[in-house]
């Protein structure tokens, strides 16, 4: 069975200060990993994905995150935050045939000015 | 491109009533829809999963006769949610997944039910 561990619920920092939003998995096949942001009354929007290939992955909104399959990691990062990040960030996992994806609990990120 | 949509975006309706909500696929064609719904800073918790043409899969502990899904093509899937009462106000998303194994989200509709 797949599951996600968001390790941190909330995570507060500065504006223009460096973030990483941490998310583990465990899966006994190979795994489809996505991050994923939701604005207040949204639905969730693709920051990127992992399929195949290059483990760091760059997605919109100047975010990125590295695939480590020997620490089963996909935390999620960008160099600096804007007000604008604030939002609640989820990350999942599925894999290929059609498995289910399976979400995270979330990570609220509140960028303060 | 790949966008979804969903309708209505909230609604508000009293106890007993059933109500109707629709997602589309406006740019692609989803050969796979999922229905989800989310409690107040929560996750999201699948309920169904429903391919074109056939019923739908529903997730242990939903009710198949409260909430009636139907797939009737590749790019609308409609949740009712019948006889509703207030404990199913919720907010409900839809999400829509071609051929790959990425999934895009409807923008949510949130149901209240007095």
């Known amino acids: 069975a797949q599951s996600v561990t968001q390790l941190d619920s909330q995570v507060p920092v500065f504006e223009e200060a460096p973030v990483e939003l941490r998310c583990n998995y465990s899966?006994?096949?190979?795994?489809?990993l996505f991050w994923y942001v939701q604005y207040p009354n949204q639905g969730l929007q693709l920051l990127l994905k992992?399929?195949?290939?290059?483990?760091l992955v760059k997605g919109i909104n100047g975010f990125e995150a590295e695939f480590n399959k020997s620490q089963t990691s996909f935390h999620l990062r960008k160099p600096s935050v804007h007000i604008s990040d604030t939002a609640e960030y989820f990350c999942?996992?599925?894999?290929?045939?059609?498995?289910?994806?399976?979400f995270g609990a979330g990570t609220r990120l509140f960028v303060k000015a | 491109g790949a966008v979804v949509s969903q309708h209505p975006s909230w609604v508000i309706c009293k106890s007993g009533t059933s109500v109707k909500i629709e997602c589309r696929s406006l740019?692609?064609?989803?050969?796979?829809m999922f229905w989800y719904r989310q409690f107040p800073k929560q996750s999201l918790m699948l309920m169904a999963t429903?391919?074109?043409?056939?019923?739908?899969?529903?997730e242990q502990g939903v009710e198949k006769d409260k909430f009636l899904i139907n797939h009737a093509s590749l790019t609308l899937s409609t949740l009712t949610v019948t006889s509703a009462h207030p404990e199913d106000s919720s907010f409900y998303i839809c999400?829509?997944?071609?051929?790959?194994?990425?999934?895009?989200f409807g923008p949510g509709t949130r149901l209240t039910v007095l």
């Open positions: 999400s829509a997944r071609e051929d790959t194994d990425t999934q895009y």
């Open positions: 899966s006994s096949v190979s795994v489809y």
């Open positions: 992992y399929l195949s290939g290059s483990t």
């Open positions: 999942a996992v599925s894999g290929p045939g059609g498995f289910k994806t399976i």
């Open positions: 740019d692609f064609q989803a050969t796979t």
């Open positions: 429903s391919n074109e043409g056939s019923k739908a899969t529903y």
